[in-house]
């Protein structure tokens, strides 16, 4: 089975870590989100839709979209 940690198995500093890293994600996510609903769609690469669909994959999408979505 492995050695499977529980949230009461960690340190205070690592809990504190796990919760700053969580909170750096929603940020971002959020912060995407809400950069494109009030984009136009004529300065988003792509479509509204897709981009929607991709900021739900955590890092990643929100990265790419702040890094390739969106047209100066």
């Known amino acids: 089975m492995g050695n499977k940690r529980r949230w009461k198995?960690?340190?205070?500093?690592?809990?504190?870590?796990?919760?700053?890293v969580g909170a750096a994600q929603v940020t971002l996510t959020a912060a995407a989100?809400?950069?494109?609903?009030?984009?136009?769609?004529e300065r988003v690469n792509g479509t509204k839709l897709a981009w929607g669909l991709a900021l739900l994959v955590n890092?990643?999408?929100?990265?790419?979209y702040f890094l390739d979505g969106r047209k100066d």
Do not use: N
Request: overall charge positive; glycine content about 12%; proline content about 7%.
């Open 9 to 20: 198995d960690l340190t205070r500093g690592q809990k504190i870590a796990v919760g700053a």
């Open 33 to 41: 989100y809400r950069d494109l609903l009030r984009r136009p769609a």
């Open 59 to 64: 890092w990643v999408g929100p990265i790419a």
